[in-house]
């Protein structure tokens, strides 16, 4: 997906497991991006980071931790805090200079049982 | 305040036909409007974007027409093919986005009938 890679696609998990999804990107692009999709919801901002080291909380961050401490990564943990972990996550990428919209990776389908 | 508000929720239309897609938006610091696709099982692609410098942008067969004082953009898709079908976001944010995050409409499912 044009130097976004998101791992594992699809992804099970026992109900109060913690679960880390991954973000790795080769573009050298500064902001990266977490996105929650649920039917009929649209796309809801978990986390964003725009430095290494240096992260802010989205809408609907509660449940939910990540770390930067590389720029080409950005991993996601779901934690058993999370009431409602069942869905797809995107990880997304972008350019704080020149920015030009999203690039989007292919998504983690995360099911927990 | 915040929100961007997309219709319909889902559309049927006829091979060669139009498919015109709405959204609608408060916030008049938004200055930036992209439109993205998403396939199944997929990540969204971006497919156009507008800033409110100009009231329309096209790229081939998709078209932005973008409405400032009605705080209004629509996504409008000419000769409407099957691989067409999928669902459509529409989105926004402030500074060019550049600082801030886009804010996505609910999506609109679009299905193209052969």
């Known amino acids: 997906d044009g130097g976004i890679t998101q791992s594992p696609k699809y992804l099970f998990r026992k109900e109060g497991q913690n679960v880390t999804l991954s973000c790795e990107q080769n573009?050298?692009?500064?902001?990266m991006y977490w996105y929650r999709q649920d039917p009929g919801q649209g796309l809801r901002l978990i986390y964003y980071s725009q430095i290494v080291n240096d992260f802010q909380k989205g809408d609907i961050a509660e449940g939910y931790s990540v770390s930067r401490e590389k720029k080409e990564s950005f991993p996601l943990t779901v934690t058993s805090a999370q009431k409602n972990p069942t869905a797809f996550y995107l990880c997304a990428i972008s350019e704080t200079g020149k920015f030009d919209g999203y690039t989007f990776g292919s998504g983690t389908r995360l099911t927990v049982v | 305040q915040q929100q961007v508000k997309q219709s319909p929720q889902s559309l049927i239309v006829q091979k060669g036909g139009i498919s015109i897609i709405n959204c609608a938006y408060e916030?008049?610091?938004?200055?930036?409007f992209p439109w993205y696709q998403q396939f199944p099982g997929k990540g969204p692609a971006l497919l156009i974007a507008?800033?409110?410098?100009?009231s329309e942008k096209k790229e081939g067969r998709f078209t932005i027409s973008f409405n400032k004082s009605a705080k209004q953009f629509s996504l409008h898709i000419m000769d409407s093919q099957p691989g067409d079908s999928a669902t459509y976001f529409c989105a926004a944010s402030e500074h060019g986005g550049s600082q801030g995050n886009l804010i996505f409409g609910k999506g609109t499912k679009l299905s193209v009938k052969p």
């Open positions: 573009l050298n692009h500064d902001a």
């Open positions: 916030n008049t610091a938004f200055d930036y």
């Open positions: 507008i800033r409110p410098d100009v």
